[in-house]
């Protein structure tokens, strides 16, 4: 088949409508004759004071894989084998990018009943408003479908986890390396050049600008440390009343050995079921990556010993409009 640059338009816009941490958007695509997809990670996207080994990246490229196979399939392609190259560590065949996987075509495809969700998901980040009783109950029967999703859902379970999320993120805030980089993909002012292209601008955060210029005074200066030596960081990035309005937080979980590009790609299915669901979500990342309140979540949701905790995100109804999302332009995403 041959792909005209009308059908890579498409593919590649609609694939890049799944999420990346911070809204970096690290995939890129390239479209190799016409049997196959080569899939990179621009390095420049990286966020290394995140997480270890570019782990962040290779999450948002596993999503970006998972987006592509089901583009291809609303189109009518089929992506037979996927080759993993994230292990490879190639950042030297396409210059400043990591290999991240290859996606090889060979026949048709029909589009999969999923493929509904990817323009109705989004991240909430304001309270959620109380959802039916049939919708909990839909969230609760496919959550134990799940071998790599546990289900929160009591009060004192929802309590736990708002204080783990409000005390990871201390945890990491605390780190300036941590808070530049969170700074650096911040959009505090509808004047930045980037603020309909990347990263989270005040739409996505749900900041007035009053708030967004408050945020970057105190997160982009030593008025952090001041605060946090007078116990004020804490009610200041604290979420608590917004993690106590969902209905339930759902914690992911996947195999300790699996590739992150594999995970990533089952971390996308993950949301996009829970959107199918009619759920909205606001993940907690902080509460995965911090390996004190991953193992305190392990122990009180018994999470299987040989998987470990990827993401935990709050879900229910948004209690408002769907904010504007950021997208690179198509050129920007084609190597
Ligand atoms: C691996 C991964 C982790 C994420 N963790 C968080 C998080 O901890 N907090 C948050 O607000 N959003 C998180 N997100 C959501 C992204 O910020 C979001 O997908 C991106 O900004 C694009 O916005 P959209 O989801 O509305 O399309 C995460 C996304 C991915 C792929």
């Not at 994230?86 to 991240?100: E, P, Q, Y």
């Not at 911040?186 to 980037?194: E, F, K, V």
Request: with cysteine.
């Amino acid at each position: 088949m041959m792909f005209k640059q009308e059908l890579i338009k498409k593919i590649v816009s609609e694939t890049n409508l799944a999420p990346s941490t911070h809204n970096t958007q690290p995939a890129r695509w390239s479209f190799l004759e016409n049997t196959s997809i080569l899939l990179s990670a621009g390095c420049t996207r990286f966020l290394p004071a995140g997480g270890p080994i570019n782990r962040d990246a290779a999450l948002s490229c596993g999503a970006a894989l998972e987006g592509t196979i089901m583009a291809l399939a609303e189109v009518g392609i089929k992506a037979t084998n996927i080759d993993d190259l994230w292990a490879a560590n190639d950042c030297v065949t396409i210059k400043g990018h990591r290999l991240a996987a290859k996606i090889n075509i060979k026949g048709d495809a029909v589009s999969f009943p999923l493929n509904k969700a990817i323009t109705k998901r989004f991240t909430w980040r304001a309270k959620f408003l109380p959802c039916e009783n049939t919708m909990t109950q839909a969230l609760n029967k496919w959550s134990r479908s799940k071998s790599d999703v546990t289900l929160a859902i009591s009060k004192s379970d929802i309590d736990f986890l708002s204080q783990q999320n409000d005390k990871s993120s201390l945890h990491f805030m605390r780190d300036k390396a941590f808070r530049n980089e969170l700074v650096e993909w911040m959009r505090l002012s509808t004047s930045h050049q980037n603020y309909t292209c990347d990263g989270l601008n005040l739409d996505a955060l749900q900041m007035s600008a009053i708030e967004g210029f408050g945020a970057k005074i105190v997160l982009g200066t030593g008025l952090f440390n001041a605060l946090d030596s007078m116990r004020l960081a804490k009610p200041l990035i604290g979420e608590e009343a917004q993690t106590k309005s969902s209905s339930a937080i759902t914690l992911f979980h996947r195999p300790k050995d699996e590739s992150p590009i594999e995970t990533g790609r089952a971390f996308y299915r993950f949301w996009l079921e829970m959107t199918d669901l009619g759920f909205s979500a606001w993940p907690m990342a902080v509460v995965a990556d911090n390996e004190e309140s991953a193992n305190e979540c392990a122990e009180r949701f018994s999470i299987p010993q040989e998987h470990r905790l990827v993401n935990v995100l709050r879900v229910g109804k948004a209690g408002g409009q769907r904010p504007k999302t950021a997208r690179l332009d198509f050129a920007d995403l084609i190597k």
